[in-house]
């Protein structure tokens, strides 16, 4: 279910479930900004993870990285989309394994202190690629 607030409207939200040894994961979502204003957006919390960060995948030298992102701005009357090998929300060390099927609810805050609350079903990594689908659309 899509969670709106004020202009923003947060998508087709998934935690990326992966083997129980792993200490972190990823959320994937649309961020769509139907206001007339830009607006910054910052990792919240979970009770899922310690910590949350956005991160952004970069490419240089050939190399592909994970960068800590402060805040990424949504421009008004657009959409940002948080997917694999491109902005995403990480969710550092987890609590507990996450199973498919099960929930993982946590926040993003705006830059004016706005806190939005997500609840995202955890997909297993073997499983995503139709929920994936549904952030990107049918691109060729």
Known sequence: MPVVTQALEIKNAYVRGLPP???NTAAFFTVENAGAEAVELQAGSSAAAAQL????HRHQNGMMSMQMQSSVRVEAGQSLRFVPGGYHLMLIDLKRPLKEGE???FSLRTADGE?????????????EASALND???NQP
Request: aromatic share 0%; proline share 4%.
């Open 103 to 105: 929930s993982v609810s």
């Open 135 to 137: 952030i990107i659309g």
């Open 53 to 56: 960060e956005i991160h952004a």
């Open 115 to 127: 806190e939005l609350s997500v609840t995202a079903p955890v997909i297993s990594v073997l499983n």
């Open 21 to 23: 040894n792993q200490r």
